[in-house]
């Protein structure tokens, strides 16, 4: 018997002996980084800032030490280039561990906020947002050639929301709107989200930022943006493989091929931004996302 456990005992030292060694070899990676991340980063952004960052979502979000190194890279380089904070509470961006392929990988993804931060840094964009419609609000619109929006919210007893807008204007006096119907929300979010209806999905926890963010992203779509924006667009919810040879990690193409289920994932609910609905980084002691 002495020797079954001191088998077990030896067995999870070694255990935890490489996962402590897998982790502390990802840090590495990320410092011998540096030089490249620095070149990728616009003005908005340092490399000293930017790299504490990334160590602090791997020391937050221990699984993001159990992603393949390459699709790490390549989630913390996409956030690098677009120039946005990932893992922080600015919500601008988030590296998250993913089942692909039945491997764990990092899926970057654009946060509600980010998006809006590139709209603006673009220098066409004077102002942006997205609103939901109650079904007590005073709300109209109209397409064709002169596209119409007015939307007065009620002062008390609102009702239910019936429908998200988003709204954009540019500095040379353009503007433009998208209208989605809760309907149209939710067939989008079953079309494009498999697990949506489990506990750890924003979609769940928070589906009017969800929402938000849709018709925003949608709306976007038809302003007059440069190519860079809509990059940064295509870059939302994306693995992406970062090697030595990858001249541009925007461009890479997109291994994400496969969405959690409901069962491959925790039934505790992770932490989630109110605001923007986006999954935060577990504090430490809890479950992590999967």
């Known amino acids: 018997m002495a020797t079954t456990k001191g088998g077990v005992v030896a067995a999870k030292q070694n255990a935890v002996a490489q996962a402590n060694g897998q982790r502390k070899g990802m840090q590495a990676l990320v410092q011998s980084m540096m030089p490249q991340i620095q070149k990728a980063l616009p003005s908005v952004l340092t ?10 979502a791997l020391s937050s979000t221990p699984q993001l030490q159990d992603c ?3 699709s790490f890279l390549g989630a913390m380089m996409q956030a690098a280039q677009l120039g946005v904070e990932p893992n922080t509470p600015l919500g601008q961006a988030y590296l998250i561990p993913y089942r692909n392929h039945g491997r764990l990988e990092c ?3 654009l946060g509600y906020k980010g998006m ?13 947002s997205a609103h939901e419609v109650h079904e007590n609000d005073t709300f109209e619109y109209e397409l064709g050639l002169t596209p119409k929006l007015k939307h ?41 989200s498999k697990a949506a209806g489990s506990s750890f999905s924003p979609w769940s926890t928070n589906f ?37 040879e990858t001249k541009d990690v925007l461009d890479a193409p997109d291994e994400n091929t496969y969405e ?5 994932v925790p039934q505790d609910e992770p932490p989630v931004d109110k605001e923007t609905g986006e999954i935060l980084p577990k504090q430490e002691g809890e479950g992590q996302l999967l």
């Open 260 to 264: 959690a289920e409901a069962e491959d």
């Open 68 to 70: 393949t190194p390459q």
């Open 152 to 192: 007065i919210p009620a002062l008390k007893d609102r009702g239910a929301v019936t429908q998200y807008y988003a709204v954009w204007h540019t500095k040379n006096g353009g503007y433009g709107f998208e209208v989605m119907s809760r309907e149209d929300i939710e067939t989008h979010m079953r079309k494009f």
């Open 208 to 244: 009017d930022a969800m929402a938000k963010k849709t018709v925003l992203k949608q709306s976007l779509k038809y302003a007059p943006l440069k190519t860079e924006f809509v990059r940064g667009m295509a870059a939302d919810g994306t693995i992406k493989t970062f090697t030595q």
């Open 107 to 109: 899926q970057f993804q």
């Open 47 to 56: 490399g000293e800032r930017f790299g504490r960052m990334v160590l602090t």
């Open 116 to 128: 809006i931060d590139l709209a603006y840094r673009s220098g066409e964009i004077t102002d942006v």
